[in-house]
Protein backbone atom coordinates (compact mmCIF):
# COMPACT_ATOMS: atom_id res chain seq x y z
CA UNK A 1 0.00 0.00 0.00
CA UNK A 2 1.18 3.62 -1.31
CA UNK A 3 1.38 6.34 1.86
CA UNK A 4 1.10 9.99 0.69
CA UNK A 5 2.09 12.85 2.80
CA UNK A 6 1.54 16.05 2.50
CA UNK A 7 3.20 19.12 4.33
CA UNK A 8 4.48 22.14 3.57
CA UNK A 9 1.03 24.74 3.68
CA UNK A 10 0.02 27.13 5.67
CA UNK A 11 -1.26 31.10 5.27
CA UNK A 12 1.03 33.65 3.09
CA UNK A 13 0.21 36.88 1.76
CA UNK A 14 -0.50 37.49 -2.15
CA UNK A 15 2.82 37.59 -4.07
CA UNK A 16 4.57 35.34 -1.58
CA UNK A 17 5.63 31.97 -1.44
CA UNK A 18 5.17 27.96 -0.01
CA UNK A 19 6.74 24.96 -1.12
CA UNK A 20 4.55 22.07 -0.73
CA UNK A 21 6.26 18.07 -0.34
CA UNK A 22 4.65 14.67 -0.32
CA UNK A 23 6.66 11.94 0.71
CA UNK A 24 5.74 8.35 -0.06
CA UNK A 25 6.53 5.02 0.66
CA UNK A 26 7.29 2.11 -0.78
CA UNK A 27 10.20 2.46 -2.97
CA UNK A 28 7.84 1.26 -5.96
CA UNK A 29 6.55 5.17 -5.91
CA UNK A 30 9.69 6.30 -8.15
CA UNK A 31 7.70 4.51 -10.98
CA UNK A 32 4.58 6.10 -10.29
CA UNK A 33 3.42 9.07 -12.28
CA UNK A 34 2.58 11.93 -9.75
CA UNK A 35 0.50 14.92 -9.70
CA UNK A 36 -1.13 17.83 -7.68
CA UNK A 37 -4.95 18.33 -7.17
CA UNK A 38 -6.68 20.97 -5.04
CA UNK A 39 -9.95 21.57 -3.81
CA UNK A 40 -11.56 24.77 -2.99
CA UNK A 41 -14.81 25.25 -0.70
CA UNK A 42 -17.66 24.46 -2.85
CA UNK A 43 -16.05 23.98 -5.67
CA UNK A 44 -14.74 20.48 -7.45
CA UNK A 45 -11.07 19.25 -7.04
CA UNK A 46 -8.85 20.68 -10.14
CA UNK A 47 -5.57 19.18 -11.67
CA UNK A 48 -2.82 21.19 -10.51
CA UNK A 49 0.53 19.63 -12.02
CA UNK A 50 1.52 16.62 -12.82
CA UNK A 51 5.49 14.68 -13.53
CA UNK A 52 6.17 11.07 -14.53
CA UNK A 53 8.01 8.99 -13.40
CA UNK A 54 11.44 10.35 -14.52
CA UNK A 55 10.19 13.80 -14.22
CA UNK A 56 11.56 14.44 -17.59
CA UNK A 57 7.92 15.16 -18.55
CA UNK A 58 5.56 17.91 -16.42
CA UNK A 59 2.06 19.38 -17.40
CA UNK A 60 0.39 22.07 -15.71
CA UNK A 61 -3.36 23.87 -15.38
CA UNK A 62 -2.98 27.17 -17.35
CA UNK A 63 -4.03 29.08 -14.05
CA UNK A 64 -0.53 28.16 -12.59
CA UNK A 65 1.79 27.62 -15.47
CA UNK A 66 4.43 30.54 -14.69
CA UNK A 67 4.15 30.53 -10.94
CA UNK A 68 4.23 27.22 -10.01
CA UNK A 69 7.35 24.28 -10.53
CA UNK A 70 6.40 20.14 -10.14
CA UNK A 71 9.47 18.34 -9.26
CA UNK A 72 10.79 15.11 -7.28
CA UNK A 73 13.35 13.38 -5.94
CA UNK A 74 13.52 10.13 -6.42
CA UNK A 75 16.13 9.13 -3.86
CA UNK A 76 14.23 10.85 -1.12
CA UNK A 77 10.72 9.19 -2.45
CA UNK A 78 9.71 12.91 -2.73
CA UNK A 79 7.58 14.97 -5.10
CA UNK A 80 7.55 19.06 -4.01
CA UNK A 81 4.86 21.65 -5.75
CA UNK A 82 6.69 25.31 -5.40
CA UNK A 83 4.11 27.88 -5.57
CA UNK A 84 5.45 31.76 -6.68
CA UNK A 85 3.77 34.54 -6.85
CA UNK A 86 0.38 32.89 -4.77
CA UNK A 87 -3.07 34.53 -5.29
CA UNK A 88 -6.18 34.44 -3.39
CA UNK A 89 -7.76 32.20 -5.90
CA UNK A 90 -4.68 29.67 -5.26
CA UNK A 91 -6.33 29.05 -1.64
CA UNK A 92 -7.53 25.51 -1.77
CA UNK A 93 -6.53 22.19 0.06
CA UNK A 94 -3.46 20.51 -1.83
CA UNK A 95 -3.57 17.38 -2.58
CA UNK A 96 -0.61 14.57 -3.35
CA UNK A 97 -1.52 11.67 -5.93
CA UNK A 98 -0.33 8.96 -7.24
CA UNK A 99 -0.51 6.44 -9.90
CA UNK A 100 0.44 2.60 -10.38
CA UNK A 101 1.83 3.81 -14.25
CA UNK A 102 4.96 5.72 -15.07
CA UNK A 103 3.09 8.34 -16.40
CA UNK A 104 1.91 11.89 -16.15
CA UNK A 105 -1.90 12.37 -16.09
CA UNK A 106 -3.93 15.36 -15.66
CA UNK A 107 -7.84 13.88 -14.65
CA UNK A 108 -8.41 12.91 -10.79
CA UNK A 109 -9.63 9.37 -11.70
CA UNK A 110 -6.47 8.16 -13.79
CA UNK A 111 -4.94 8.24 -9.66
CA UNK A 112 -5.11 5.21 -7.63
CA UNK A 113 -3.34 6.83 -4.53
CA UNK A 114 -3.78 10.10 -2.71
CA UNK A 115 -2.47 11.81 0.34
CA UNK A 116 -5.05 13.40 2.94
CA UNK A 117 -3.74 17.11 1.72
CA UNK A 118 -2.74 20.26 3.25
CA UNK A 119 -4.27 24.10 3.97
CA UNK A 120 -3.05 26.91 1.42
CA UNK A 121 -4.29 30.09 2.51
CA UNK A 122 -3.43 32.67 0.29
CA UNK A 123 -4.28 36.78 1.63
CA UNK A 124 -5.18 39.79 -0.21
Known amino acids: QVQLVESGGGLVQAGGSLRLSCAASPRTYNRYGMGWFRQAPGKEREFVAG????????AYADSVKGRFTISRDNAKNTVYLQMNSLKPEDTAVYYC?????????????????WGQGTQVTVSS
Open 51 to 58: IDWSGGST
Open 97 to 113: AGRTNTRLRTVSFEYDY
